[in-house]
């Protein structure tokens, strides 16, 4: 993070709030010292990208000439055919990130409220503040976004409330029914961003996507990503699913050419690649049961996740930094302090099986030695 600055008399000035942001920090990815650092900070898939989306990527390397296709037309049609979704209100972005800009650029200006809760994604806060908002953190209880909190602060100034589900990064939910409670109790006016960036992840009865939703309603946005369980984090791609008329306003105010053609390329591929995506789900299932047994059996609190991480607890901010120091002498990264609030947590990403068992070797000795003082 950064120390704010103020203004400068006499110098350009930036828009209002634009000076509040903190310069966001990604997870660590190395440690100094360490060849092959375990990264497990980042919410990375362990098995990559499917091998289809390496060959596109690499034979769009033959065309770098060209400009892509502002419209991502091809792209579209697969995540459309993939979904069973109409093309014409997919909007592609340069990751979901530039999608959550891009709607509170469209839809919020000086003086509104934007919501979202307590520990959740960052960008919501940032993406608010950039655009003059004010920030209204509604408190989860265990966890979990609780709607009649969010829509309890709802006021005629709220313009966006932005909801991932699940959440990043303590990997809880709501069910269907609530998200849907929570749409029909907000103002036509108001618009809900539910960000489903670890969707494909979650097979619980009661969970559904919003893509139903996104059908019937005229104030709701779906967004999902291309960087997690389809491994392209490095491309950057997202898509957004939209009523028509919020799809013609973000196709106005996003850059011509927001998605490179070899990022298009690889998309297209992996989701196409569906065998791939059902790799990743079982790996994450068998290692996520896995670790939540071992860490249960070495005390260490975490909250019950659907996502591929855990956010696991410690006593107090002191401690957690030291188990943080602990795991990175060993060469393993977690995300320390993940989010607002949340100095005493540590989120794990499921990494393979090595990792995953150094995690546990790594944790075991820890505790040991701490408890054992």
Known sequence: MTERKGPQPGLPQPGPGI???????????????????????SNETPLGPSPKAITAYHAAGASLERY????????????????????????????????LQLIAHAYVGEGDDVIYTEHSFVVYRLVTKS???????????????????????????????YLANPNNPTGTYLAASEIRRLHEGLPGNVLLVLDEAYAEYVHRDDYASAMELVHEGTNIVMTRTFSKIY?????????????????????????PFNTTAAAQAA??????????????????????????????????????????????HFADAEMA????????????????????????????????EEENRKVVEALSGFMAEFLGN
């Not at 310069?23 to 650092?37: D, F, L, M, R």
């Not at 993939?82 to 997919?90: A, G, V, W």
């Not at 994450?284 to 939540?292: A, G, P, V």
Request: charged share 20%; proline share 4%; hydrophobic share 45%.
């Open 267 to 312: 998309g297209i591929e992996a989701i196409r690649d569906q065998a791939h995506v059902a790799k990743a789900v079982a790996h994450n299932d068998q290692w996520m049961r896995w670790l939540e047994q071992q860490l249960g059996g070495l005390r260490i609190d975490i909250t019950p996740s659907v996502g591929n991480f855990i956010l696991m």
């Open 19 to 41: 000076l509040d942001i903190n310069i966001y920090k990604a997870g660590a990815s190395t440690v100094e010292g360490v060849e092959n650092p375990a990264k497990l900070s």
């Open 131 to 161: 655009n003059g908002a004010n920030g209204i953190e509604v408190p989860e209880i265990d966890h979990r976004a609780d709607v009649d909190k969010i829509l309890a602060s709802v006021t005629d100034k709220t313009r966006v409330v």
């Open 68 to 99: 892509p296709d502002s419209a991502a037309t091809a792209l579209r049609a697969a995540i459309a055919k993939e979904h069973d979704l109409d093309p014409d209100r997919i909007v592609v972005g340069a990751g979901s990130d530039e999608l």
């Open 321 to 352: 930094a030291k188990a943080n120091q602990h795991l990175l002498s060993r060469g393993i990264i977690l995300r320390a302090a993940p989010a607002p609030g949340l100095q005493h947590s540590l989120r794990l990403t499921i990494g393979l």
């Open 231 to 255: 491994g392209l984090a490095a491309l950057r791609l997202g898509w957004a699913y939209c009523p028509q008329a919020i799809a013609d306003v973000l196709n106005r105010i996003r850059g």
